[in-house]
């Protein structure tokens, strides 16, 4: 079967039973588990067998609805998310005016679009630990 063969169906079913369009279009489901709390709305119908997975996993944008992927290839592993708390150190107004003050003029920040990229990293390197050295005095 070529790409001019293949047939790709998806989207929000939510008032279509998956029977009704399994029966009259001939197309295959791959979504089995829920999209939308315990309902699968979101559903996608192929006429062939070219995806080896389907993934359901929570949506990139705010929606109450999952996102369906589908691939081939090795199995997808889900990546888990964590949250923690970090905690910082605020800082004081005479710290921003003494790491101004310490900052060197911008000929010293300029980038030469011109040279050697090692060496135009290496610059930028030394003048920020000039700094950090001169704004923790």
Known sequence: MDIAEKIFLAGDFNKLPEHD???????TP???QPTRG?????????SGLQYGGVKVVK????SDHHAVVAYT????????KTRRVCTYRKH???????LLAS?????????N???DLQEEFDRLHAVMLQINLLSNR
């Open 92 to 98: 004081s107004a005479s710290e921003h005016a003494r």
């Open 30 to 32: 791959l979504v089995s």
């Open 21 to 27: 369009v399994v029966t009259r279009t001939g197309l």
């Open 103 to 111: 900052t060197p003029d911008a000929t010293a920040l300029a980038v």
């Open 38 to 46: 315990s309902s699968i709305l979101d559903r996608v119908y192929v």
């Open 113 to 115: 679009p011109d040279g």
């Open 59 to 62: 949506s990139a944008v705010k």
């Open 73 to 80: 290839g090795d199995v997808k592993t889900s990546v888990s």
